[in-house]
């Protein structure tokens, strides 16, 4: 394909912080894992955002005609609530609160995670691997890392020996923590902790009497660490090495960290070339928090119903709002921030219908535009610039507006160039949808708009039977006349 051999994609790497090009393992195509979430509460705002930067990689990638395979997971089990492998897990908790079954807290939050995503139009991934569908790879990843030397079993549990791991390698590479620093700076949980040392983490954990959520293992009834999911579905769908692996910045340490110690204790192999992390969201300056009450969610923002935004914003504002800022700084959302976002979302979606109906008029055009179509690839390709990719495109817009008015020309040939650009980044790399358009209300609205019409003339032509047949018919679908004094509107039958 044209674009794979000319346009170089570098990207910024956790693991050694600098921009590399990226060449995939295997030539043309791409695997990527990206940590999914874990179901026991509502998909919070700042996860939407880090979905919708691995959404652009997944979009940007494909447009570019690699075959990628994106894996993400749902975690289903095994997330304590805490990071040193104590407390409950997360979705027994809300089980237990909610009084209904974990898989049923799973189903519930899977179901409002996929309406959400796809309510922002994010693609689906190719895999969504889920932790109990995984128990059997689980056990076996064990397996392996006790072999290799790298775990011990204490009593049921079977955790993952950091300082044992680090003599060989080096525990703390991707968040540049020292594991002696760790160390110095852990105080001591007098004994309480099972563990030889409290930065080795759980691989297998021996179930309490009260945790519903168990398994058979050799070692105990009882269920995986939450590190260990990632590492077993990465590894069976990717391999052991593969091309990109992402997540939100706060899974950086642990998490990430423990997943590569544990790649690499059963491989030698770091599992991922590209450690990609996105950025958090803040919410008027400040981290978003439920417990602060500085807290929105996607579905509040998008009926208005909340006490932060004056009003509805719709997911395709929210998107465009996102893509805004470039995946590793932080953002922030306000009101106005959104408000100012909407204007530019419309003007950019209106540019794109007008470009559908400007006349060729010249020879010349008074724009570069192949020069243009190359900086939205070279935005892209710098570490999936997206605001310097809408900057680009705004440049269009101003164009657009210009030949609009009259005030510039374009050749047919560069302008079949300029609105296939368009549409390919606006739509296919960007995701952005013309909400306008894709209104089912819109059809209906011009459907029946044309109906009332014939109606009415049949009306003033006196053929009483055409008008009667017209409303009867829409009677029968749902669908109520209303002859008012002015015109005649309808009601939908619910
Ligand atoms: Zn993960």
Redesign the pocket.
């Known amino acids: 394909m044209e674009s794979l051999a000319t346009q170089n994609v570098r990207i910024f790497n956790s693991l050694n912080g600098i921009k590399e090009d990226f060449t995939p393992i295997n030539k043309k195509s791409v695997g990527m894992y990206v940590?999914g979430p874990t179901v026991y509460s509502k998909v919070h705002l700042g996860n939407c955002r880090t979905f919708i930067s691995f959404d652009i990689v997944y979009r940007y990638l494909k447009f570019l005609g690699y075959k990628v395979r994106y894996v993400r997971?749902i975690t289903d089990a095994g997330h304590l609530e805490n990071d040193a492998d104590e407390g409950e897990d997360r979705i027994a908790k809300k089980a237990r609160i909610e009084e209904i079954e974990p898989m049923e807290v799973v189903q519930k939050y899977t179901v409002d995670f996929h309406q959400t995503l796809t309510k922002f139009n994010t693609l689906p991934p190719s895999i969504e691997p889920t932790a109990t569908g995984h128990i059997v790879e689980q056990i076996e990843v064990i397996k392996q890392i006790l072999e290799a030397g790298f775990a011990y079993e204490i009593d049921g549990s079977v955790y993952f020996d950091v300082i044992k791991f680090n003599k060989t390698s080096t525990y703390g590479k991707l968040s540049g923590r020292k594991l002696e620093d760790m160390i110095h700076n852990t105080r001591e949980t007098s004994g309480q902790s099972e563990k030889q040392n409290p930065q080795d983490f759980a691989l297998w954990k021996r179930a309490q009497p009260e945790h519903i959520m168990r398994w058979p293992s050799p070692w105990s009834d009882g269920f995986p660490g939450w590190h260990l999911e990632?590492t077993a579905m990465s590894t069976k769908y990717l391999g052991n090495q593969f091309d990109i692996h992402g997540?939100g910045m706060d899974?950086k340490f642990p998490?990430h960290e423990c997943?590569i110690a544990q790649g690499e204790a059963i491989s030698s192999q770091t599992p991922a070339k590209f450690w990609v992390h996105a950025n958090m969201l803040t919410l008027n300056g400040k981290k978003m928090a439920k417990s602060t009450g500085n807290n929105i969610l996607p579905d509040e923002i998008f009926d208005g119903s909340n006490s932060i935004m004056k009003r509805a914003f719709s997911p395709a504002v929210t998107r465009f709002f996102m893509l805004q800022a470039h995946y590793r700084s932080v953002l922030d959302i306000s009101n106005d921030a959104m408000v100012a976002s909407e204007k530019g979302f419309s003007k950019l979606m209106q540019a794109v219908v007008l470009s559908n109906t400007v006349e060729t008029s010249a020879v010349t055009t008074d724009f570069d535009v192949l020069n243009w179509k190359q900086k939205c690839y070279d935005a892209m390709n710098d570490d999936f610039n997206t605001p310097i990719l809408i900057a680009n495109l705004f440049d269009a817009v101003k164009f657009i507006q210009n030949l609009q008015g009259g005030r510039a020309t374009i050749s047919e040939n560069d302008l079949k160039t300029l609105n296939s650009t368009l549409h390919d980044f606006v739509t296919n790399v960007l995701g952005l949808v013309n909400e306008e358009e894709n209104d089912n209300d819109n059809y209906l609205n011009g459907a029946m708009s044309l109906l009332i019409e014939l109606r009415n003339d049949a009306r003033n032509r006196k053929d009483f039977e055409t008008s009667d047949k017209i409303r009867d018919a829409l009677h029968n679908v749902g669908i109520e006349l209303k002859d008012g004094s002015q015109d005649t509107t309808y009601t939908l039958r619910k």
């Open positions: 940590c997971n990632c997540g899974l998490h997943e």
